[in-house]
């Protein structure tokens, strides 16, 4: 669900393709898309893992910032050894 710069409106949850990574604009954080739930808000989860949460607003995430945040999750995950 990468996108160009211009994308940056916010999507419907509904929008949402499950597993595709988003960025919940409220807490300014990039989750991978675990399911929908009511029609108005999408069920978040960090790439590496953790506590699901529920995002309101959502938008898709440039090419640029789903490279930087795939990359993220492999460092940390060679830091860790996995």
């Excluded at 989750?31 to 309101?56: K, N, S, T």
Aim: with cysteine; glycine share 10%; charged share 30%.
């Amino acid at each position: 669900m990468a996108t160009t710069e211009r994308d940056q409106a916010a999507v419907s949850p509904d929008d949402c393709e499950l597993g595709s990574l988003v960025k919940d604009t409220a807490r300014n954080k990039v989750g991978v898309v675990m399911g929908h739930y009511g029609g108005d808000r999408v069920q978040l989860r960090p790439i590496m893992g953790g506590a699901e949460w529920d995002a309101f607003d959502v938008r898709p995430l440039t090419a640029r910032e789903e490279l930087n945040a795939r990359n993220a999750a492999r460092n940390e995950a060679t830091r860790q050894g996995l």
